[in-house]
């Protein structure tokens, strides 16, 4: 059973940064791919990015690039979101994800073909 848990949310001033991690357990992290979402107030849930099992190949949404890096650590099961010059449209739930395969998948951009999720973590960016 996969179980990922997300932490280092919270409120920031527009301009400001935030680091979230993403603690996974319960099967081989280090063979699979992983991602970000998220999920403003009122709308669907959005890709952010994503990397593959060794950590070599990324991705990312458009409106984040050049401003979020994604990264993982295998050695310690962990996965990170380096968030700067945050907006106030960065504002949402934002969702570890896991998938069971090496390479995450562009053809699937709902999911990235991811299949484990966890609880999510609010950042809140004030104007």
């Known amino acids: 059973q996969v179980q990922l848990v997300e932490s280092g949310g919270g409120l920031v001033q527009a301009g400001g940064s935030l680091r979230l991690s993403c603690a996974a357990s319960?099967?081989?992290?280090?063979?699979?791919?992983m991602g970000w979402f998220r999920q403003a107030p009122g709308k669907e849930r959005e890709f952010v990015a994503a990397?593959?099992?060794?950590?070599?190949?990324?991705d990312y949404r458009d409106s984040v690039k050049g401003r979020f890096t994604i990264s993982r650590d295998n050695a310690k099961n962990t996965m990170f979101l380096q968030m700067n010059s945050l907006k106030p449209e960065d504002t949402a739930v934002y969702y570890c994800?896991?998938?069971?395969?090496?390479?995450?998948?562009?053809?699937?951009?709902?999911?990235?073909?991811?299949?484990?999720w966890g609880k999510g973590t609010l950042v809140t960016v004030s104007s």
């Open positions: 994800a896991a998938g069971d395969r090496a390479h995450y998948s562009v053809s699937t951009p709902l999911t990235y073909g991811m299949n484990y």
């Open positions: 319960g099967r081989f992290f280090s063979m699979y791919a």
């Open positions: 990397i593959n099992w060794s950590g070599s190949t990324t």
